[in-house]
């Protein structure tokens, strides 16, 4: 029996933070847990950002209670790390303050910048063909996304000159945290890949790839390890946050990095799948692989050597939120003594819900799958993989006078899975995706989702416990990893077994089959029209 220690995860998404406080041994088992929202600001042009402070105010308040709720004292918690949302940008200057608000990876302000430097012609998958070729033999990747970090730094050394002057050093969110927590300055090997100026030989910062861009290497902070230890807690910071000085704090990873090790996939071809804010689907590979023309590339993951194949979507449990609030909620008040029933069925075997996503859930498996004919396209805030588009948008096709609201619902839901399904098959032309699949997120805290998308996309679904936290869980990996309770972060697949498995019905997938069809032509068909409703030119 190993000994246990405690450990402090942060998981810091795009709306609110969970922090959890785990015991671990043989096993990670998960004490408490709180969580804490915070605002996404949307700027005029497609911009995105968050105040850094509102990050480390729901630090500090969920912190605090989850040390209430356990007898654990602050003293006996031996690490902390985090799992963190990717590819932001927080400039700060020598004392580690913000010089102005985080970028958000959904932030797509910076298409000039892009243009001048990546747009010239002869191109290749929409760049310039020399630069994008060197980009790939350097970093494995090509900047031809206007949400890569890259363009966001640019954006301000052009727009904001005096904030740019202020800048000592370019960090990702949870590099931003941890400096404050000890005042280090690092970046582990993972934001530093999705920054696109790192080397992928070298395992090091690119001064060929500064040098095609404009990026300052006086700005760019060493690169550690995920599972190094890589400071204390300072005491400013351990007072605000209710923990002791000096407590072990561990480099941590992206979201896309650490989801995978707390799913549990973490031996080359596993495949898992997210649903959360955002989606993806992400496949652990031993070699750098790109598909320039899908937007899909294998990321450098947090276990050293190996990497994710990763294929992303921008809003995917996002329009769950959205048909939430604007078609199951009454947002215009055409009633005016609203109820909050969350009833469903008939009279004698009625059911009462805890919450209005279960009851919509309720719903929406009253309605036979297809959603009566109906496809909706998940492209709230554009889109990135299997086609780069900011000009995308959503839309419900083939509505008629027999659709109500509950097969809308519906068709929200699917036009999730089959966006999952198209990125799957997408990486299936480079690669061999596994034909079970682990998802998690807060998507996969319905069983009625879980079998739509094994339905949909014809594989077998399992769920771990808690899939909602199972990036923090990653983190915990990496603490444990850190402390040598575990050799590296690919004994962590013992740690996290399967809860539910789902079985995929092809009986249901027959029609989703022709639906899936029709959704993939949607874009190319509407190409045109999102580009001049949406172009700003």
Sequence with gaps: MVKSIYAIAYDIGTTGVKTCLFEISDKIELLAAESEGYNLYVVEGGGAEQHPDEWWEAMCKT????????????????GISFCSQMQGVVMV??????????????????????????????????????KVLKSLMITGAA???????VWKYKWVEKHEPQNFKKTYKWLDVKEYLITRMTGEFIMTHDSAFSTMIYDIKKNTWSP????????????L??????????????KKAADELGLAEGTAVFGGGGDASLIGVGAGSTMPGDTHIYQGTSGWVSTVVEKSIVDTSSMIAAIVGARPGYYNYFAEMETAGKCAEWVKDHLALDEIDIYLNKQHNLKHGKADM???????????????????????????????????????????????FNISLETGKSELIRAVMEGVCYHLRWMLETQDKKISTSTTIRFVGGGALSDITCQMLADCTGRIIETVASPQ????????????AGVGIIKDLADAKTLVPAAKSFQPDFSKKVLYDKNFAVFKELYNSNKKNFELLNGGK
């Design 208 to 219: 060929e790839m500064c040098k095609m861009i404009g990026i300052n290497m006086d700005h």
């Design 350 to 396: 009625e059911v009462v819900y805890s919450n209005l996503y279960d009851y919509m859930m309720a719903v929406v498996d009253t309605v036979p799958p297809g959603a009566g004919g109906v496809i909706f396209t998940p492209w709230l805030h554009g889109n990135r993989c299997p086609f780069e588009d900011p000009n995308a948008k959503g839309m419900f």
């Design 469 to 480: 936290n199972v990036g923090a869980v990653g983190a915990a990996c990496v603490i444990s």
């Design 221 to 234: 902070a060493p690169i550690v390890k995920s599972t190094d230890r890589v400071g204390s807690l300072t």
């Design 93 to 130: 200057d020598k004392d580690g303050n913000a010089v102005r608000p985080a970028f958000s990876y959904m932030d797509q302000r910076a298409r000039e910048e892009m243009r001048e430097c990546m747009g010239k012609p002869p191109r290749i998958a929409g760049g310039n063909a020399q």
């Design 143 to 149: 900047p031809l996304s206007v949400k890569d970090p």
């Design 63 to 78: 912190t605090k209670d989850i040390m209430k709720k356990v007898k654990v004292k602050a003293g006996d918690i031996s």
